[in-house]
């Protein structure tokens, strides 16, 4: 299927909401993003690409890294990753602090705040070079060597940070947090301040769609099974507590980030990737989540 | 694809779990029940069937009726349904009030407990017979006319019920039930204790599973789109607060029931109902949830 | 010391918050008095009576019945009592379920509404004669024979008693009332809807502030350790989530009720019941408050 | 009245709880202390002092500095200091962030570790020299000038206290901590470390019993009116969640702490403070209540 004329005409459409929402500005580096832009590119598992829009902008892809650093953990512990932190929906808010304290520092699933977290601190635990092969395997799996981190926009999130350094002092209160915590959130916000395009991410992403294929990016395995599961928890969990919206209206597995990026496949078939910086009151690209209903409506492919 | 030696096979590697769990046995009728049963049936969107086991065996179908009372809703009411009940998952047990509470008297989605007590009170409010016209739909959905409900199981759960007697209660003080609460609840009841057979409910979900057939069944009409969106729902919010955990390890949108039974469907290919009445102590079939586990293993079939 | 002043000044400072708050108007009984009455009533240890405006007018004494249920409760089954209910204060608003179910079912003390449901329940349970009882014990309390149950208002509150009857029924399933749920609504309602003015209510709490003077009335014995512990709950729980206020700005034990009633006492010296329909946001009379914060303030007495 | 000989009785009848309980461990300093210490010493309105058994050690005070500094903080703020931290019980464990969390970031009252952080922040912001001139007021209080602060024990506890610095950050997060935390948490915890006997605080103590004579030290100054609402404090809010049950059997005003000891006034009467280090599930000295408990027994006095 070619998907250049869908992407052309659900631009069209959604302009009626290209004023809604407002953009995150908790850091400057974030305010000051131009909130009027709108990109979004497909990568299917045959190879063609399609794209609208500023689909090769770079931008902060925040909690989308959380997908990458899910994939990491998952690959160095396998199943014992599941023994801190579990795969249910949260079905609250994604930095309540109540599920965390009342589940005596189990965050719900690795997509809040939280969870990934306690990712960031089994990486810094399992990784020799943490920041480098993390970057490594991202930069693999988009075939981009230019992607890098931000450590600005990073060390303004930690000047910032109160709530997540709140949860970080609570995973370890818990014990579920073994390093240091400031080296803990140092690297946390660092994989969250990653700056990738539409291009990029819908081209990492290639690899959780397409899971008959070999998954090996940078020394980083996965298997076939592992990968499905990936994307069941994109499913249940990837959208804050917006999740079973985006299921209901978009039928995809995906994940969202406060820069306004989404990233959602449809399994054996394409990644896409749409960004847009203003968001609806729970943290989701108001525009992103219109172009990805109108892309399942349009083409009448989702998974369910 | 044959499914009749993966069933088979199936039904031999899941003999070690055989004893593991409970039977739910807050009331007569679901505690006199042998537990040493199982039976699995699946439909193929071509019309083959495969069964395995007890899959003739009616069972008190108790929560999966959830699944057609939405159907009937949606079919009245549309979107405005949404205004009563929302479609986010839980992320706590079946029948919790803390949630209903802070939120006042709306329900997550339609697969609590209180959830379905809205639909059973719109269902009351729209339909002019509603306990003949419901038992009509599930019979052509079945194709079988002898399902029937079980009044004597329905006035059983009335004289335990006192949790869902709260949830009625605190529904109706937030104005979220209009009918009279006795009236509500035994209509709620008696949807629950309706009796069918793997094969009968693998016959009725395959309508689920073939969004692209037209959806017409005693006049309850449904379009492609709303049947899509009643799996994206079972999806997210069909297991309780074990949702995640059965997305992550079957990966197929599906409901269960406390009398042991599990309808789940793939899309386009199949519906199929697993029943077995030994719970986990999340209320799901132990050995049920296995089966569908190895399903979608051994066929390398799951949405994701 | 010779009150009668002090109450005429009191009441011409309060004058300014007249027309503040609103009367409770949740059932037409409630909602038909007049806002714009008050009235107080002091009785001391040493017989004497100061009264200004209306303190002989009845009205509906509500949660304050709550105290004498206790006192009945307590007095047939001793220290057994707190195993069914606690004594801590509840940080919640009196109706909340929240704690209730977090708690399974043990109502956080004897004046929130849960925990005056299974004090009903308890009194059903031990006494013969319940309604009879109860009302000879209110009468003897107040040396007046002419206070009587409403049983318009308490029929009127059960047509309207959504949240309570959600309440007793998960009380119920807690297994934590034993009676049948009508009946003991019934009775609690009942309690609630007895009539009573100032001077009824000030003389019946003189029982309380007297605690060295044996308490036994209509057969209902109390020891002096029961009586100051029955104090000691008014004090820390008998301004649902406004008790810390009370406190701090009264510096009394004793317990409001949504009538627009509050009764409290200085142990030793004197009891005291205020009466003005307007509540505030926290179902507290407005005046009533006022009241008592200047008559603690103008004798300088206060238990701290 | 001489307490001596009922001091001497109560320590008699106590015997059969030395061993109950259990000391608290979380740092070096606390785990070190012999816990089969008791110690109590009574200060009279009139200059009268009884005390018995280890009545000189000093102990680690901890939760009991939150009282002297709630005195400086009203001293300097006024009733300003109501607008950042609440008077309410908090009917949940002392250091519950569930509650921070829904009433964002005002904590309950200022003798929860949250409403003491929010106390130090305070004082750091009003004091020219806050360490020193809270310890002047200590002394002054206890007009013992050999009164300290233990930096080991204050540094040992920052160490370990993740969970006081997610409270911490999550107030900064709410905009009610101004001050670095470190800084904050660094000053909270060096209040806490403060070292007295059941004689220095008995003494410092009077002063709060005695509300009418002048409250003037180290230029800290308090109206009547003022400490006899922090008294009232005390009575709803001093005993974590076993404020009810601390009023319920001993009646009186009082504020604990983990270090085994706890402070409590009979208003224009007396001031006492035992000492005995084996705490219950709540955080409080097992003999430490039982002993006040039975001084309001024996002596027929309490403030209900």
């Known amino acids: 299927m070619d998907y250049t004329e869908i992407l052309e005409s659900i631009y069209s459409e959604i302009q009626q909401y290209a004023k809604f929402g407002k953009q995150a ?3 400057p580096a974030l305010a000051k993003v131009n909130p009027d832009q709108f990109g979004i590119c497909i990568h299917t598992v045959h190879g063609e690409i399609s ?53 005596h520092g189990k965050p719900r699933n690795p997509f809040i705040n939280a969870g990934a977290i306690v990712v960031a601190d089994i990486l810094l635990s399992c990784l020799l070079e943490p920041e480098k092969e993390f970057i490594a395997f991202v930069r693999t799996l988009c075939n981009n060597d230019n992607i890098n981190y931000n450590e600005e926009v990073a060390q303004s999130e930690r000047e910032n940070g109160y709530l997540n350094a709140a949860i970080a002092n609570l995973l370890k209160y818990h014990r579920n ?12 916000f660092l994989m969250c301040s990653i700056e990738m395009s539409c291009h990029d991410l819908s081209r990492a992403f290639l690899a959780f769609a397409n899971h008959r294929q070999v998954f090996d990016y940078a020394g980083i395995r996965l298997t076939s099974s592992q990968i499905k599961r990936i994307n ?21 597995p995906g994940k969202s980030g406060v820069g306004g990026g989404i990233s959602a496949i449809y399994p054996l078939r394409y990644s896409v990737t749409v960004w847009s910086p203003r968001l609806n009151s729970k943290g989701n690209s108001v525009m992103g989540i219109k172009a990805l209903e109108l892309l399942t409506t349009k083409t009448n492919e989702s998974i369910f």
């Open 177 to 188: 947090v073994e390093g240091d915590i400031e080296r803990v959130l140092h690297f946390y």
């Open 25 to 27: 500005d908790y850091i």
């Open 51 to 103: 794209e609208y829009g500023q689909a090769d902008v770079p931008f902060s892809i925040q909690s989308i890294s959380k997908v990458f650093a899910l994939a990491v953990a998952l690959s160095i512990q396998g199943d014992r990753l599941w023994k801190r932190v579990g795969k249910e929906p949260s079905g609250t808010a994604f930095n309540s602090l109540v599920q965390l304290e009342v589940e």
């Open 232 to 252: 069941a928890i994109m499913q249940t969990c990837g959208f804050y507590d917006e999740a079973g919206e985006f299921s209901f209206l978009v039928g995809l």
